[in-house]
């Protein structure tokens, strides 16, 4: 069976960390309420071996990054290396440019993440597509997110599904972690709730979307990482990731 782990995604943190000193306090946070691994996205300009030093002296394991779609196709050595210095054995493309949100733009998509993931699992390293809402537009019988996958090949791009996003773009969450089985190493956790009719974001577990089907999918599907965002709290942010921590913990998670 998989092991299963919780991490924090840094992008939840990206306005307490803008500075190699901020990010070390913000850091050091993160531990001090039990987190024990990250998702490295959104934070300042730091040396990846700086930040691996800071990593390692708050117990911290980089278990993935978010990198840009541009980086991977045009400069996967660098990435590479990146993630060798940072130990981190999971990479994930964190959307498109605007102008590839098309049919023929989720084939092109699909052929050159394949490439880039190829290269990359020759070097350890797994490379995953992070989805938002804008994948779930129609392209005539399929949504974007579907071409992605089904165009792309399985053993070089897996899946890092979010399910906020999923939920938001009219998915089942659920669903598309069964879809992905074997294919879903990473998840981003994100819970939905209502305020004055509009959707917000809201911790795991505080809103509602249905955590014992989606847990269940994730189990089936062999995901290892749960990783908490929350792209807006309510709250600081660190609160925010603790409550989530807290609830997933009561949902079996650790």
């Given at each position: 069976m998989t092991e299963t782990k919780i991490g924090a995604q840094l992008y939840t943190l990206r306005d307490y960390m803008k500075t190699?000193?901020?990010?070390?306090?913000?850091?050091?946070?993160?531990?001090?309420i039990g987190y024990r691994a990250v998702q490295v996205s959104g934070i300042g300009p730091i040396e990846p071996k700086e930040l691996k030093k800071i990593l390692d002296n708050e117990g911290l394991f980089a278990c993935a990054t978010h990198t840009g779609y541009e980086r991977l196709v045009g400069d996967i050595e660098a990435v590479i290396e990146e993630h060798k210095i940072l130990g981190a054995p999971h990479v994930a493309c964190p959307?498109?440019?605007?102008?590839?949100?098309?049919?023929?733009?989720?084939?092109?998509?699909?052929?050159?993440?394949?490439?880039?993931?190829?290269?990359?699992?020759?070097?350890?390293?797994?490379?995953?597509?992070?989805?938002?809402?804008?994948?779930?537009?129609?392209?005539?019988?399929?949504?974007?997110?579907?071409?992605?996958?089904?165009?792309?090949?399985?053993?070089?791009?897996?899946?890092?599904?979010?399910?906020?996003?999923?939920?938001?773009?009219?998915?089942?969450?659920?669903?598309?972690?069964?879809?992905?089985?074997?294919r879903l190493p990473l998840l981003h956790l994100k819970d939905m709730s209502i305020k004055q009719n509009e959707q917000i974001m809201t911790e795991v577990g505080e809103g509602n979307l249905n955590w014992e089907a989606i847990l269940k999918a994730c189990k089936q599907a062999g995901t290892q990482w749960y990783l908490v965002e929350q792209d807006v709290c309510q709250r600081h942010p660190l609160e925010s990731l603790k409550i989530s921590l807290e609830n997933m913990n009561k949902m079996g998670l650790s």
């Open positions: 190699p000193q901020d990010i070390a306090k913000t850091l050091c946070e993160l531990s001090e959307g498109l440019p605007p102008e590839l949100h098309n049919g023929e733009g989720y084939k092109k998509v699909a052929r050159e993440l394949s490439q880039a993931g190829k290269i990359l699992k020759e070097n350890g390293i797994t490379l995953s597509y992070h989805n938002h809402a804008i994948e779930f537009e129609k392209y005539g019988d399929k949504i974007g997110l579907e071409i992605l996958y089904d165009e792309s090949n399985p053993e070089y791009l897996q899946g890092e599904i979010d399910t906020y996003w999923v939920q938001y773009g009219g998915g089942d969450s659920a669903a598309w972690c069964r879809r992905l089985k074997g």
